[in-house]
């Protein structure tokens, strides 16, 4: 978007403007009387006004932003190509400076002043510029040896942005009402509260949780505070501060929880092209069921699902890694656990580049059974010459002393690889003392050409006197991690919270391969075994699928098998389900992307070891102008007595928050639930409280004073709220951020000056978009001087800021307009080209489309 004098002053650049075929348009032409026109010269040939012009900037044919640059007279130069408009862009050392050119080797920017104006082709040597006015592109070009010598996405830290000082309440709420048939009635409800404040650079945050369950006489309600942590990034360091509660990286060792202190490398601020992983979570449940996801003890995800597979891939985990368990809590109160493995590729490096952690705190479990240990820990990940990466690091508490040395290399076609050996002495709960070693194999490759991608193959081997800084914190031998459970379920201890030091691990092996097939679909494989000494007892987990598309019709194919140690039989699992594109088929064009509503229609079936059956066919898709209203309806039928099934479900985005309801029953026994959630989050800064949709964990302010309800693009359902603010949350740490309105659902009395933001944010921050709005009148105004009209070309300003060229007959249209002031109007050089005009708008002006009046300007 242009200064508002662009548009006008373009018309009458065509006007006056002289061709390549070198005609001219005499001004006169536009009047018999000189005095009608006013002085048009500096539009001659194509040459247009001076001013501030909103283009497109690009260094090098590389995009760097959509931004406001000043524009000053100055003469066609050779270093100008196809660029006669006679107008130089006036750069500041600063702006030039975050472009990436290395200012300081030009002698002629040695003694400029930052925020001075400069002619950049004057100041360094073969510098050009090519502005096209038709397309606002400002093309500039420096030669390579005066840039900077930074990565291909490289943002210089000069801007990137702390953010704002706010507030932070982020909650989500799920409930759940259950009944059945000889049974008593349940409740269950869940609130999960993420709060945190913002001061500078610190960021502070807490994260606790209450629930409340009914049923089997007897009610449970339970506060649990998760974590609180303070952190900042160091940026000098590439580095994050985090003091409190947190996790220490998996690279080399387990990840551990802890209260104390760490400082460990952030590779987010890095490039993308010098950089160096939450997993996706899949099921078959066999009813309407709860899936729980725990990891370190904690619980950090709660849905429900209907019958047949799922996959969950929206985890926001607590820590970076660490084994997450996944509970599928079924209708009828049975229970299915099984763990998923969570850790990350070889940990190659680029040459020279290190990657650190150091860390002193004492342990943080979950669990009362395990003892809060101080310990120590420090990795080191170091980029060697020729694909090599070596790593080690160090483990030491009161009881225990663990080092690891390893070491990595990306053999080229056949992948990338790592190998390390951990030593470590422990002692244990009944003060036995143990020494002993594990090796660990990690591969990884992508085989595009084939689309084939090996993501992980795991292998690690341990002796029988190895033993980790988590298994030492136990205070008994054997026991159950956890014995407490919902008061709606039968009161019983969960087989997969058994542990036992005596039976140490022995190896473990764990895989995830996936396959391209054409354009058809795709397949994928994905499981683990852990063995241990002294039993027979493995845990299994092996999950396998296929899925496939054809002219918008989708399938899918999915078995899982899980064995844990203590049951008697493993449980098996197999699910299919295709989806039909209703609105896709009902289109007159046949084409989805066409469609504002989607509609599917889905069915499926599973069954599982012992013969059960469960068949579901439903309806589901996306309401309202945004696609923010989700909806679905199930009907199904079980057998073995299981009878008939089905659920009506809804979810709603808006500004304010997510919300969501649903309903399902099962004939068996007859069950009866309902189930409904809120999340959203509040946010108070300097200009008072914005209600968001659920935050991430770094997030952007939308601040259009004024623009009351416009949507922010890329959002579904986001709009500002009535006074013009808004939070779009989930923003990238160090990358450039695209924040856009959209100019068609503005109010009539609010123009904006540009309609995109661009903001580079670091980790945690709230940072603020700032978007110039012009909040008044819009008026189509006659102007008359000495009984004439105003000249044709005049140029029309309030102290506001806004103007306007006079067009024929006197007339000029201003927006942004207060309800009463001065117009300034010049036609020409001295007092004798130059008038004010005084107005006032009528009441109601701002709630027009536009006013239409007459002034006389003296």
Not at 101 to 108: K, L, R, S, Y
Not at 607 to 622: E, I, M, P, V
Request: aromatic share 10%; hydrophobic share 35%.
């Amino acid at each position: 978007m242009t200064h508002p004098v662009a548009p006008l002053a373009a018309l009458v650049a065509l006007l006056a403007m002289k061709s390549h075929a070198e005609a001219y348009f005499n001004p006169a032409f536009l009047s018999d009387d000189a005095s009608a026109v006013a002085d048009l010269s500096r539009f001659q040939g194509d040459a247009q006004a001076p001013g501030i012009y909103r283009v497109d900037l690009y260094l090098n044919e590389t995009f760097q932003a959509r931004k406001d640059v000043r524009f000053v007279a100055a003469a066609a130069t050779p270093s100008r190509r196809n660029d006669d408009t006679g107008l130089s862009p006036c750069l500041t050392p600063d702006m030039l400076t975050a472009m990436g050119v290395n200012t300081a080797a030009a002698p002629g920017l040695k003694n400029a002043r930052a925020d001075s104006c400069l002619d950049i082709t004057s100041v360094i040597e073969g510098a050009t510029v090519d502005f096209d006015f038709g397309k606002l592109r400002l093309a500039i070009s420096v030669p390579q040896a005066m840039m900077n010598n930074s990565a291909r996405g490289y943002i210089p830290p000069s801007q990137w942005d702390e953010g704002i000082n706010a507030l932070l309440l982020d909650y989500n709420f799920t409930g759940a009402n259950s009944e059945q048939r000889n049974g008593p009635a349940s409740n269950n409800y869940f609130l999960g509260l993420n709060s945190g404040i913002n001061i500078g650079p610190w960021r502070l945050r807490d994260y606790s949780t209450w629930s409340y369950s009914s049923g089997n006489q007897r009610n449970k309600s339970e506060v649990r505070h998760i974590n609180t942590w303070l952190e900042r990034a160091i940026i000098p360091l590439r580095s994050e501060l985090v003091m409190g509660d947190s996790t220490t990286p998996s690279d080399v060792f387990d990840s551990l929880g802890f209260r104390g202190v760490q400082l460990a490398s952030d590779d987010n601020m890095l490039p993308d092209s010098l950089r160096g992983f939450a997993p996706t979570i899949r099921g078959i449940a066999r009813s309407h069921a709860q899936v729980t996801v725990r990891q370190n003890g904690y619980t950090i995800y709660q849905s429900y699902v209907p019958p047949g597979a799922f996959a969950i891939n929206d985890l926001f985990p607590t820590s970076s890694s660490g084994d997450l368990v996944v509970e599928v809590k079924e209708s009828d109160g049975s229970i299915n656990v099984y763990s998923v493995p969570y850790s990350s590729v070889p940990v190659l490096q680029r040459e020279g580049h290190i990657k650190y952690a150091a860390t002193a705190g004492e342990y943080r479990s979950s669990s009362d059974m395990q003892e809060a240990v101080k310990f120590a820990q420090s990795t080191l990940i170091w980029g060697l010459p020729a694909g090599f990466t070596a790593y080690g690091g160090t483990q030491l508490a009161q009881d225990y002393n663990a080092v690891a040395l390893g070491m990595g290399v990306n053999i080229g076609q056949l992948g990338a690889l790592s190998l390390d050996v951990t030593q470590a002495n422990s002692r244990l709960a009944d003060d036995s003392r143990h020494s002993g070693s594990s090796l660990r194999f990690l591969y990884g490759k992508s085989l595009n050409e084939l689309g084939t991608s090996f993501q992980l193959i795991g292998y690690r081997y341990s002796t029988e006197g190895f033993y980790t800084l988590e298994e030492t914190t136990w205070k008994q031998m054997s026991g159950y991690a956890d014995e407490e459970q919902d008061a709606g379920t039968p009161s019983r201890p969960v087989t997969s919270s058994f542990y036992n030091l005596r039976d140490s691990k022995r190896d473990k092996v764990q895989l995830n391969v996936s396959q391209q097939l054409g354009s058809t679909g795709s397949i994928y494989l994905s499981g683990s075994r852990q063995s241990y000494w002294h039993t027979s007892d493995t845990n299994t987990l092996l999950q396998a699928g296929y899925s496939g598309n054809i002219s918008g019709v989708s399938w899918t194919l999915n078995y899982s098998y899980n064995k844990v140690p203590g049951l008697h039989a493993a449980d098996n699992r197999v699910a299919f389900g295709f989806s039909v594109p209703l609105s896709q088929w009902l289109s007159p064009e046949g084409d989805i992307t066409e469609q504002n509503n989607s509609a599917y229609a889905t069915y499926s079936v599973s069954s599982d070891t012992h013969g059960r059956t469960t068949q579901s066919a439903g309806l589901n898709g996306t309401l309202l102008e945004d696609n923010n209203l989700n909806y679905s309806a199930q009907q199904g039928y079980q057998n073995r007595g299981g009878g008939a099934n089905g659920s009506l479900g809804a979810s709603y985005n808006g500004s304010w928050g997510n919300a969501s309801a649903g309903y399902n029953y099962s004939d068996s026994g007859s069950y009866q639930q309902v189930n409904y959630g809120l999340s959203g989050a509040v946010v108070l800064h300097r200009n008072g409280l914005t209600l968001s949709q659920p935050l991430g964990d770094t997030n952007v302010l939308i601040a259009a004073p004024g623009a009351g309800n416009v949507k922010v693009e890329d959002n579904a359902g986001l709009r500002t709220d009535w006074r013009g603010y808004a939070v779009v949350p989930y923003a990238t740490t160090y990358r450039m951020n695209r924040m856009a309105l959209d100019t068609r659902t503005l109010p009539d009395n609010v123009d904006l000056e540009g309609t995109v933001v661009n903001v580079v944010p670091t980790r945690g921050a709230l940072v603020r978009a700032d978007f110039t709005t012009h909040v008044g009148a819009r008026a189509l105004i006659n102007l008359t001087h000495d009984g004439r009209a105003v000249p044709f070309g005049a140029m029309v300003t309030t102290k506001e800021g806004a103007s306007g060229i006079v067009g024929d007959n006197g007339q000029v249209y201003l927006s942004g307009l207060a309800r009463q002031g001065q117009l300034i109007v010049r036609w020409g050089e001295g007092d004798s080209r130059q008038c004010v005009a005084k107005y006032r708008l009528p009441e109601d002006a701002a709630s027009k489309a536009i006013n239409k009046l007459t002034r006389v300007c003296r």
